[in-house]
């Protein structure tokens, strides 16, 4: 089974600044990774597909990158409404069994 | 406005089953997979299975084998997950989620119903 790792895994960061997200795979997932938003009390939204899409209705400032084992999420000016958890999710082969990393919480510095 | 809308909370005793259901609301039901995810208390995802509405194959993760089952209606674009011998430690939020199309399609889940809270106690 692929595990996910997340670092780190709280991030304090202040609006306004850059946030720079990480999540390793155990082996390759290709660019089978995808990238949610949480925040508390809500289900999970997805930001980013395949890696580098951004999901419909997604602000520009989140981006993805990355393929094989190393995979990240940068939003690149912090808004209040972007403090939340973050969780990355892979899917080995088609369908696929799918997997999440075990997030990293975004603060208020 | 696609949208997927879960059954009401649950109370289950040790040792008891639990179904919820999820249905599909605004796309045509047989062409995406649909997910389960659960999120114990405090604690982060973790992907149960998912089902394919059209075929009714099923896949699911290896901590659930054995315990888990999807099924669909498919005249009510409902599916539906079953659990058997609850333990304390699958009290969490349940949710549904659509995944790909089934004829191929990305990495990701969307939407997600609002979740099912589940709690299991004696």
């Known amino acids: 089974e692929i595990v996910l790792t997340q670092s780190p895994a709280t991030l304090s960061v202040s609006p306004g600044e850059r946030a720079t997200l990480s999540c390793r795979a155990s082996?390759?997932?290709?660019?089978?990774l995808a990238w949610y938003q949480q925040k508390p009390g809500q289900a999970p939204r997805l930001l980013i597909f395949d890696a580098s899409g951004r999901a419909t209705g997604i602000p520009a400032r989140f981006s993805g990158s990355g393929s094989g084992t190393d995979f990240t999420l940068t939003i690149s000016s912090l808004e209040p409404d972007d403090f939340a958890v973050y969780y990355c999710q892979q899917r080995t082969n088609w369908p696929g069994t799918w997997t999440f990393g075990q997030g990293t919480k975004v603060e208020v510095k | 406005q696609v949208q997927l809308v879960q059954s009401g909370p649950e109370l289950k005793k040790p040792g008891a089953s639990l179904k919820v259901s999820c249905k599909g609301v605004g796309y045509i039901f047989t062409d995406y997979f649909l997910h389960w995810v659960r999120q114990a208390p405090g604690q982060g995802l973790e992907w149960i299975g998912w089902?394919?509405?059209?075929?009714?194959?099923?896949k699911y993760a290896q901590n659930f084998q054995g315990w888990v089952a999807m099924t669909r209606d498919l005249s009510i674009s409902t599916v539906y997950m079953e659990v058997i011998s609850l333990r304390a430690d699958d009290t969490a939020v349940y949710f549904c989620?659509?995944?790909?199309?089934?004829?191929?399609?990305?990495?990701?889940?969307?939407?997600w119903g609002r979740g099912t809270v589940v709690a299991v106690s004696s």
């Open positions: 989620a659509r995944g790909p199309r089934i004829m191929g399609g990305s990495t990701g889940l969307d939407p």
């Open positions: 089902i394919n509405p059209q075929s009714g194959d099923t």
């Open positions: 082996q390759s997932v290709g660019r089978n």
